[in-house]
């Protein structure tokens, strides 16, 4: 292949940054922005015994600008000088008040490869009833409030298959989680 980035040409700069790329895709030469975001982690948690699954639902900018409303997403959030692994057990407490141990890797996606440079560490983490031992809510300074529920995997398994999970992430862990660990979910679908 002969597609190369000939020149860059800042947007804009602040928490996200916008670029104007200059390529060469082939014989032709033509302009593409990139938006360049932090990667992150995400990780679903569960309970094995008790068949749920920890959700966290909050108002987002994008999805508000566009008239929806919060919907169950999987905890995340961005890297911060520290091993995704990490970043997964510190928002899975910042969030929920959940203490993971352990998480496992499930994959190390790009979420939209098109336009942006973010890429997101999935995990999934068994937990107990018995670790969920702060108060979660989110990051103050953030301006977080988030509101955490665990919800039952097989009703989870029926909003996937009906097409109303609004969450990406989420989406590509319950399946992983349904294809590691069939006998969590109930209902056969």
């Not at 032709?28 to 920890?54: F, I, Q």
């Not at 009703?155 to 319950?174: H, P, Q, T, Y």
Request: proline letters at 4%; one cysteine or more.
């Amino acid at each position: 292949m002969t597609d190369t980035v000939l020149a860059v040409r800042p947007l804009y700069s602040g928490w996200l940054s916008l670029q104007m790329l200059r390529v060469r895709l082939g014989d032709v030469e033509c302009d593409r922005a990139v938006v360049e975001h932090v990667s992150g982690a995400t990780v679903l948690a569960y309970d094995p015994v008790r068949r749920v699954a920890m959700t966290v639902r909050q108002t987002r900018d994008a999805v508000l600008y566009l008239g929806g409303r919060p919907f169950a997403e999987a905890i995340a959030g961005v890297t911060e000088d520290e091993a995704p692994a990490d970043t997964a057990v510190r928002e899975a407490y910042e969030e929920t008040g959940l203490r993971l141990r352990h998480v496992e890797p499930v994959a190390h996606v790009w979420m939209t490869p098109s336009s942006t440079t973010e890429r997101v560490h999935l995990f999934l983490a068994e937990y107990a009833a018995a670790d969920r031992v702060g108060t979660g809510g989110g990051a103050a300074d953030e301006i977080e409030t988030i509101d955490a529920r665990e919800e039952p995997l097989d009703a989870l398994w029926a909003e996937a298959v009906s097409g109303r999970v609004g969450d990406a992430k989420f989406f590509m862990l319950l399946q992983a989680l349904r294809l590691r660990r069939p006998e969590l979910f109930a209902a056969n679908y």
